[in-house]
């Protein structure tokens, strides 16, 4: 297997996979009752890292598994290649609105185990797309994802994740995107649950106009470790991308955020914003940032912008004085701070299940 | 009735209020001026329960209770309402949402049953009308991007579903040009009534033109040292407040 | 155009490229011991400085130079240098026993040093390749109980101090460069404001390198004592040369409780030419450390020359509420590369910092933001904020930004702002339509963009920083 990257990589300098490489994965065993969001649209189920066609729903633009050679340098891209043995290939045909398909991902066991699944998403010339995807599970395991997006002129997909896995798991998810003239990614993950995680999300923009808006929000407590790491590359003139990043982070969770735009020298009037913000909810969590600029053309407007505090005091005092308890006071903030990374997520379903999810979160605390 | 005895509090090492004495029954509207850095800000402030503000002595007592020792939402389901000098923005969350949860937390409190969306809105949608105001005002977030003037009306608005017992206007003046003013002397005297008392804080004595007070208080240096009729503030407004600690 | 009118043309941008022709001492080339045990003896060292060269001398061998940086330069060959070179007459005792060649080198660089010519109201102590050649007004400071010498001088005189603070700061093992320049270093400046004091005048430490082949290895202390307070600026000018030359300086500042320390640099070393020959290697480690209750430490500067500029600025903010502050603009053009920016490391609760960052780029010049900002748990109501701006002039440079932010505290609150942008055609255009010249034009927007920085320096050097950015961007723009 191809080594586990370490904290001397730049790229890897605020996550440390230690305690993953110290775990000895078994193979996946088979999972009995699995629990499944209900949620009322097609849907692929993937239970410990294999397609359950009896879970599935019928899609007609889902297509046999395809192993992929891998070419690039990711360490975990590689060790997923080297692994994988199922995924979805989806590939929806030019002109073609596919609608929402649900990807689900549940996994359970009693030892250890490793999964790596390798999906593979294409939408053809002006086809729609939109996709959520669900990672659920109980137990220690790895799951280690790999999704290739190749979208072509004026395609339209909305990428919207929930990863909710087990706290005891690892999720490390390598999500790259092409995206032609014209087209547009729209993303979204919420991190909520794993003991360690990290997203790391590339969307190269091709031609003239295409778009990116890669969001996230984290949601974090205990011990857990979320990471979630972006590269917008803009390589044609005349394209915006956006990044909205939000981070809470209550116990002694760490948050990272490390998200890079870079503007070749052909990509004139690129609009590059991307904003990172972290609340810390109590004295122990830890949240870093590293946002970079890397611009190579002159006429371009980039910007990113960073905060990290506390809650305003302010506007706690502001609704208490108006008779909301303090509590519901800290949750209707957390939402309000939140508003803005969930802003691109208007497929109901989709919407619902997230606010949920926050909503959740806020009550365990 | 809300009745203050001997109220010392302080921000870390300073002592801002320094024994203040009053009286506001039911029903009367009382005015509170003084110069800056008299302490009307911070009696504000301590009455509706802000952080950073240490009492150290006396209390403040109103319908009974001794509000000094409960939360701000707790002194605001008790009836108390303070209008911000600088309301604060709330990026995010939408202003409907923000008076709905407000006015269900009170009724929660009260024993009173919550508003469901629809009676809710309907009830804001009325309060946004005979305020004058738009009624894309209830879909904007709480203040943010609005003008002086919006955020003075938005005070108003949610003073005028919550209906407090008190309220406590922290120079909400400020910064206002005449048709701003009316606005709030029109928040206010709308609810005036035997229930309601209000507590006006005030620099100028402009905004007593339109909100005629019962009784004007003089606060300096921590303490009320004159209180009289409303032409007391004509007066004060005539000859300033110089020589008010020697009165 | 003749090559002839290029040449003046040139040298008109960098007026500083003039060599002077005095008769020198330099060891042999290259790095080993006994070259440590030379300097060491040549500057009359106790022996506790020799041991403590040595010691660095032996880290450094055992360390890599650093590659993290957004830099590229063919490897260098530390055994070509002469580590040590100097004007060959004996030390002068006072002014008028300094060179008159020396004299006229300061004068046409604009620094007299003669005090009765000086600017008012500033001290500069004058530093020559590997010796300090003068300082002045040194009977004025010492009046004010102020210490103001040649390091080498400090280390005989003021051992105490010496040894109490060199290094408390940048450790010998702090990096690469560091390592090296502890082995090596040859002079600088020492400064010492004793308890409760201001300093009566501003003081400066002006560099020059002049011999061929050889590496500058400057080392300046700054202590101010209780509640005492300094401004020190310091500039650099080297000659125009082919082969690239190698400054490696460590500046360590301490501020005690109450301190003051505002630390100014116009950086001016010969920047190579347009084709990217030549030029300096600037690989400088400057870092304060307020120690103190309510300390504060200042670092401003204007970066125009050198071929590569390695340098970050910063402050571990150690004393409950002490504050530290970096404005910078670094102007890069031709094929110049920087790399710079600071860290602030907040230690003490309440503690503050501002990082106002402007970097130009321009011609084929890569120009990078590189900062940290750390919040330790213990650092309760800590404030950072942070704003880098970039401005590209052409497209064939570059500008990058890499911050870090690195937040363990929950009442702490960090602000970072950056953008990217070049200079508005309409603001050209308005400009040239009420009669500015298109080189004017951009001179007076660069300096409206770097103005957040400037205004931090002195008076004296404000007017110089103000004129070099122009120069530094002539041609850029056509």
């Known amino acids: ?207 003239t106009g295409a778009l990116a808006h890669l969001n996230g929000a984290q949601l974090l407590t205990g011990t857990q470790h979320g990471d979630f790491t972006t590269v917008v590359a803009h390589k044609a003139p005349g394209c915006p991308s956006r990044q909205t990043v939000k981070s809470v982070l209550a116990g002694t969770a760490r948050g990272v955020f490390q998200g890079r735009i870079e503007v070749d020298r052909v990509a004139q009037q690129t609009d590059g914003f991307q904003l990172s913000q972290a609340l810390l909810l109590s004295p122990g969590a830890e949240m870093d940032i590293k946002p970079e600029l890397e611009i190579f053309a002159d006429d371009v407007k980039c910007s990113h912008g960073a905060t990290i505090g506390a809650l305003d005091a302010e506007q706690l005092f502001y609704l208490r004085s108006r008779g909301i308890p303090d509590d519901q006071a800290r949750s209707m903030l957390i939402r309000a701070f939140l508003e803005e990374a969930l802003e691109p997520v208007t497929q109901p379903e989709a919407r619902a299940l997230l606010e949920e999810a926050i909503d959740n979160w806020w009550v365990k605390q | 009735m809300l009745e203050i005895k001997n109220l010392h ?77 600088y309301p604060v923005e709330l990026p995010g969350v939408g202003n409907a949402n923000f008076l709905r949860t407000a006015l269900n937390a009170i009724r929660r409190k009260r024993g ?78 709308a609810l005036r009534g035997p229930k309601f008392s209000a507590l006006v804080i005030t620099h100028y004595q402009r905004l007593l033109d339109h909100i005629v007070p019962d009784v004007v208080h003089v606060l300096s240096a921590g303490r009320i040292v004159r209180s009289g009729p409303k032409e007391l503030a004509l007066e004060l407004e005539a000859h300033g407040y110089a020589g008010l600690e020697a009165a | ?93 006072s002014l008028d026993e300094v060179d008159p060649e020396l004299l006229k080198t300061y004068e046409k660089l604009g620094i007299p040093l003669h005090e009765r010519a000086a600017l008012a109201g500033v001290a500069v102590d ?69 308890k409760g004091v201001r300093c009566p005048m501003e003081l400066s430490t002006y560099f020059r390198i002049n011999a061929k082949n050889t590496g500058q290895f400057e080392r300046t202390l700054i202590i101010a004592d209780e509640a005492a307070s300094v401004s020190y600026l310091e500039g ?8 690239n030359q190698l400054h490696a300086a460590v500046v360590e500042l301490v501020a005690l409780d109450e301190a003051k320390i505002k630390y100014s640099t116009v950086q001016n070393w010969y920047p190579g030419d347009a084709e990217g020959k030549g030029g300096i290697y600037n690989f400088v480690t400057k870092r304060g450390a307020c120690r103190g209750r309510n300390s504060k430490i200042s670092w401003t500067q204007v970066e125009t020359g050198s071929a590569i500029t390695w340098k970050y600025p910063s402050c571990i903010l150690q004393g409950d509420g002490s504050v530290g502050e970096f404005y910078s603009v670094a102007v890069t053009n031709n094929y110049q590369q920087a790399d710079t920016g600071t860290k602030m490391i907040h230690l003490g609760k309440n503690t503050t910092s501002t990082i106002i960052s402007k970097g130009i780029s321009a011609g084929h010049s890569n120009n990078t933001y590189r900062g940290l900002v750390k919040i330790s748990a213990t650092a309760s109501g800590a404030r950072n904020f942070t704003q880098c701006d970039s ?88």
């Open chain 1, 1 to 207: 297997m191809t080594a586990l990257p370490t904290r001397k990589l730049e790229a890897w300098r605020y996550t440390d996979l230690r305690q993953l490489a110290s775990i000895e994965f078994a193979a996946p065993p088979p999972v009995v009752a699995p629990t499944l969001p209900n949620i009322d649209l097609p849907r692929l189920v993937f239970l410990n890292g294999t397609l359950a066609k009896e879970l599935s729903s019928p899609f007609e633009y889902v297509h046999n598994f395809q192993t992929i050679a891998e070419d690039s340098t990711q360490p975990l891209a590689l060790i997923n290649a080297e692994k994988a043995h199922d995924g979805m290939t989806l590939h929806v045909p030019a002109g073609v609105d596919a609608g929402t398909l649900l990807l689900i991902s549940y996994a359970a066991g009693s030892v250890p185990f490793a999964f790596h699944l390798r999906h593979r998403i294409t939408l053809g010339e002006g086809a729609k797309l939109t996709l959520i995807e669900i990672a659920k599970g109980e137990g220690v395991y790895w799951h280690d994802p790999v999704i290739d997006i190749s979208l072509e002129q004026g395609a339209k997909f909305a990428h919207i994740r929930l990863q909710d896995e087990s706290r005891e798991a690892f999720h490390l998810a390598t999500i790259r995107a092409r995206v032609a003239e014209a087209a547009a990614y729209d993303h979204f993950t919420a991190t909520i649950g794993a003991k360690l995680s990290r997203t790391e999300i590339s969307a190269t923009l091709t031609g």
């Open chain 2, 9 to 85: 509090a302080r921000i870390g090492e300073k002592e801002i209020l320094r024994g203040v004495n009053l009286v506001v029954p039911d029903g009367e509207i009382h005015a509170i001026m003084g110069p800056n850095g008299a302490g009307k800000s911070t009696l504000s402030y301590v009455l509706s329960g802000r952080d950073g503000y240490e009492v150290t002595e006396g209390e403040a007592i109103y319908d009974g209770q001794n509000i000094l020792d409960l939360a701000p939402e707790d002194r605001a389901a008790a009836g108390i309402f303070l209008a911000f000098q």
């Open chain 2, 112 to 189: 009173e049953e919550e508003l469901d969306a629809v009676a809710f809105l309907k009830q804001a949608r009325a309060a946004v009308k005979s305020l004058h105001m738009k009624e894309d005002f209830l879909k904007r977030n709480v203040n943010v991007g609005f003008s002086g003037g919006e955020k003075k009306r938005n005070e108003m608005l949610q003073m005028a579903l919550l209906q407090p017992g008190l309220a406590i206007l922290d120079e909400t003046d400020s910064g206002l040009d005449i048709d701003a003013l009316k606005i709030v002397a029109d928040g206010v005297n």
């Open chain 3, 1 to 93: 155009m003749s090559t002839t009118d290029m040449q003046a043309l040139a040298e008109q941008k960098y007026k500083y490229g003039f060599t002077t022709d005095i008769e020198m001492e330099a060891f042999p080339r290259g790095l080993n011991e006994d070259i440590i045990r030379m300097i060491s003896a040549k500057k009359d060292e106790p022996d506790w400085m020799l041991q403590w060269r040595l010691k660095a001398y032996a880290a450094w061998l055992q360390m890599e130079e650093p590659n993290w940086a957004k830099l590229h330069h063919p490897p260098i060959d530390y055994q070509d240098l002469y580590y040590y070179a100097a004007p060959a007459k004996a030390q002068p005792k």
């Open chain 3, 126 to 194: 004058a530093v020559f390749d590997s010796v300090s050649v003068a300082t002045t007004f040194r009977e004025t400071l010492s009046k004010a109980g102020v210490i103001f010498c040649p390091i080498s001088e400090a280390v005989r005189e003021h051992p105490e101090l010496v040894r109490e603070y060199l290094g408390s700061v940048v450790p010998v093992r702090d990096n690469y460069f560091a390592a090296l320049n502890s082995a090596v270093f040859s002079d600088g400046s020492f400064v010492y404001i004793p």
């Open chain 3, 236 to 243: 650099c000018t080297a000659p125009m040369r082919d082969e």
């Open chain 3, 391 to 478: 401005l590209l002039i052409g497209d064939q440079c570059g500008a990058h930004t890499v911050p870090y932010i690195e937040n363990r505290s929950i009442s702490a609150k960090v602000e970072h702002e950056a953008t990217t942008s070049k200079i508005a055609e309409d603001q050209l255009f308005y400009c040239r339509s009420r009669g500015l010249s298109q080189e004017d034009a951009v001179g007076l927007i660069v300096n409206g963009f770097c103005k957040d920085v400037l205004k931090e320096l002195p008076m004296e050097f404000a007017v110089e920083a103000q004129k070099l950015l122009s120069v530094s961007l002539e041609g850029s723009v056509g």
